[in-house]
């Protein structure tokens, strides 16, 4: 109840002062082991695709007060079509790596390498970085003595998902399974689309997709 009155989805901040500890130590001190590897390694692996031991308890806790608070809407053209609608309101352009961002007093400068490799410098009133931190640190030098704490303490994660089409209908009408370490290594939970809307997939048939945690990411990394 005391860290609930402070969780917000959309500002994680207001609650920084809960973010003190794993998800896994919690459960240890407050919880029992059957609940950890039943239901809280299930749920650290839904929201991070990573193991209670790296996942903070305060990201849990956002996660299951989001997930009861809101609606969960879906689209029957796919989640593609908001960044397809939002891409045709604006101007595009692919193969343009960012190379720096310049501040000054009346505008913002950003050099990037066209199609061809030309550097080129586009001036506008705004820019967003919206790219990983070390990314931002590197093109932004006035960031780097403001996020060199953060940068020492974040650790990325990654994850690995493949899609497995069936002709044939499942019997379950479940949305999505969340596996525990014990029962699947490196399956951290698998969505029947199909189930999801009555257009994912033609009649009678499934679509599954499985999301592996970072143990499984990490070791095909460097496949081609």
Same mark, same amino acid.
């Given at each position: 109840?005391?860290?609930?009155?402070?969780?917000?989805?959309?500002?994680?901040?207001?609650?920084?002062?809960?973010?003190? =500890?794993?998800?896994?130590?919690?459960?240890?001190?407050?919880?029992? *082991?059957?609940?950890? &590897?039943? /239901?809280? %390694?299930?749920? +650290?692996?839904?929201?991070n695709l990573s193991r209670a031991s790296r996942v903070s308890k305060l990201e849990v806790f956002n996660s299951l007060a989001g997930l009861f608070s809101t609606t969960l809407v879906h689209f029957p053209e796919g989640?593609?079509?908001?960044?397809?609608?939002?891409?045709?309101?604006?101007?595009?352009?692919?193969?343009?790596?960012?190379?720096?961002?310049?501040?000054?007093?009346?505008?913002?400068?950003?050099?990037?390498?066209?199609?061809?490799?030309?550097?080129?410098? =586009?001036?506008?009133?705004?820019?967003?970085?919206?790219?990983?931190? *070390?990314?931002?640190? &590197?093109? /932004?030098? %006035?960031?780097? +003595?403001?996020?060199?704490?953060?940068?020492?303490?974040?650790?990325?994660?990654?994850?690995?998902?493949?899609?497995?089409?069936?002709?044939?209908?499942?019997?379950?009408?479940?949305?999505?399974?969340?596996?525990?370490?014990?029962?699947?290594?490196?399956?951290?939970?698998?969505?029947?689309?199909?189930?999801?809307?009555?257009?994912?997939?033609?009649?009678?048939?499934?679509?599954?997709?499985?999301?592996?945690?970072?143990?499984?990411?990490?070791?095909?990394?460097?496949?081609?």
């Amino acid at each position: 109840g005391k860290v609930k009155a402070h969780l917000d989805i959309r500002d994680v901040a207001a609650a920084a002062e809960f973010d003190d =500890e794993t998800i896994e130590a919690y459960a240890k001190r407050r919880l029992n *082991p059957e609940l950890l &590897e039943y /239901f809280i %390694e299930p749920l +650290a692996r839904t929201v991070n695709l990573s193991r209670a031991s790296r996942v903070s308890k305060l990201e849990v806790f956002n996660s299951l007060a989001g997930l009861f608070s809101t609606t969960l809407v879906h689209f029957p053209e796919g989640v593609g079509v908001v960044s397809n609608t939002m891409a045709k309101q604006l101007d595009v352009r692919l193969n343009t790596p960012a190379k720096s961002v310049q501040r000054y007093d009346d505008r913002v400068e950003v050099t990037y390498l066209d199609a061809q490799g030309v550097a080129t410098i =586009e001036r506008a009133d705004v820019c967003v970085l919206a790219t990983t931190l *070390p990314q931002a640190m &590197e093109h /932004f030098p %006035e960031t780097r +003595a403001l996020f060199a704490p953060l940068a020492g303490m974040i650790q990325y994660n990654r994850g690995l998902d493949v899609h497995l089409g069936y002709k044939a209908a499942t019997k379950t009408k479940a949305l999505m399974v969340m596996m525990p370490p014990s029962e699947q290594k490196e399956i951290a939970l698998f969505f029947l689309e199909h189930n999801k809307a009555p257009n994912r997939t033609p009649a009678g048939h499934s679509l599954i997709t499985v999301f592996f945690d970072h143990t499984a990411a990490d070791r095909p990394w460097a496949l081609d």
